[in-house]
């Protein structure tokens, strides 16, 4: 199931830009940014509340609240803060290309600090990554 649920993301994701890059059109990444994040926020709530998880709220530890809410600072404001900057000011293409390499920052931090281990099929793919990169850099 988490395959399946990867690659609902994936299409997601793939088809997300588009539209940010059409919303953005006269409109500052700010503002984009605050109006996405309050839609997103009311549907998650309205969800929240309809499934009766609210209480499991309260229930989270403090330390994961620290580790929720760095995530959400680098995830949800700063990095969705710079993908609509980068966005509204670049070309899609090349701004999807290069965000979507963030996987091998996540591959390397993974095996530092949490001490995973990447698989040789895994390797290979950031690898190939990083040369796809570097030609979308070349242009």
Known sequence: MAIFYAF???LCWGLAPLFG???LYNVNPVTA???RTLIAASLV????IASRGFSQIIQIPP???LFISIEAILATLLGDLA????LKGGNINEVTLILSCS??????LS???????ATGCQIIGAALITIGLFFVCLD
């Open 8 to 10: 609902l993301g994936m």
């Open 21 to 23: 890059k059409l919303g």
């Open 33 to 35: 940014l605050s109006l």
């Open 45 to 48: 709530m309205g969800w929240l």
């Open 63 to 65: 330390l994961l609240w």
């Open 83 to 86: 993908y609509f900057a980068a």
């Open 103 to 108: 996987p091998l920052v996540t591959m390397l």
């Open 111 to 117: 095996y530092f600090f949490l001490g995973e281990m």
